[in-house]
Antibody
Framework: EVQLVESGGGLVQPGGSLRLSCAAS????????MNWVRQAPGKGLEWVAY????????NYEDSVKGRFTISRDNAKNSLYLQMNSLRDEDTAVYYC????????????WGQGTLVTVSS | DIQMTQSPSSLSASVGDRVTITCRAS??????LNWYQQKPGKAPNLLIY???SLQSGVPSRFSGSGSGTDFTLTISSLQPEDFATYYC?????????FGQGTKVEIK
């Protein structure tokens, strides 16, 4: 059974840092491209970052460029999101999601981890 | 960046109604269009991929159509478990933008 489990969320002050992790099981992470998607309280879904299976291609949403870093450790079957210089508007539930190979749809999602940026 | 515009932002419908949600891309995305359903407190669930392909396990009352810039999600006969928020998403290029969502509520 495919499972994605996020961890690392919590309360952080503006300007602070957090590192989110996504543990994958039931499949070989190295085969798939992965994404982070977030959802602010009461708001819609917002795509955050993408990393290809080999890490050769990485893309970010404009508002997180230069502050967030997506990475993966295929040997540990884990995906990461390093978040620096956090702002109030980064408060959201963060989901990791596995992308299909052909049409790049997000079939498998984690349960999400809440990041709250507040003083 | 490709902008995705969904309409309506919300709708009220009764069980058994036919419901249609539209999604428009700011430029052609071929058929790289996905539809997701999200219920409160839960992760999104993929319904339709490649604009019109039904994801495994999704009831056949859900269907998708369109290509290029204009897309539609149709629920042929709304069921109680379908009251949720629906999102379109383009996977043609990054950023992989989502529509703003359509909340389907009980009339």
């Amino acid at each position: 059974e495919v499972q994605l489990v996020e961890s690392g969320g919590g309360l952080v002050q503006p300007g602070g840092s957090l590192r989110l992790s996504c543990a994958a099981s039931g499949f070989t992470l190295s085969t798939y491209s992965m994404n982070w998607v977030r959802q602010a309280p009461g708001k819609g879904l917002e795509w955050v970052a993408y990393i290809s299976s080999s890490s050769s291609t990485i893309n970010y949403e404009d508002s997180v460029k230069g502050r967030f870093t997506i990475s993966r450790d295929n040997a540990k079957n884990s995906l990461y999101l390093q978040m620096n210089s956090l702002r109030d508007e980064d408060t959201a539930v963060y989901y990791c999601a596995r992308e299909t190979s052909i049409y790049r749809s997000l079939v498998y999602w984690g349960q999400g981890t809440l990041v709250t940026v507040s003083s | 960046d490709i902008q995705m515009t969904q309409s309506p932002s919300s709708l009220s419908a009764s069980v058994g109604d036919r419901v249609t949600i539209t999604c428009r891309a700011s430029q052609s995305i071929s058929n790289y269009l996905n539809w997701y359903q999200q219920k409160p407190g839960k992760a999104p669930n993929l319904l339709i991929y490649a604009a019109s392909s039904l994801q495994s396990g999704v009831p056949s009352r859900f269907s998708g159509s369109g290509s290029g810039t204009d897309f539609t999600l149709t629920i042929s006969s709304l069921q109680p478990e379908d009251f949720a928020t629906y999102y379109c998403q383009q996977s043609y290029s990054t950023p992989r933008t989502f529509g703003q969502g359509t909340k389907v509520e009980i009339k």
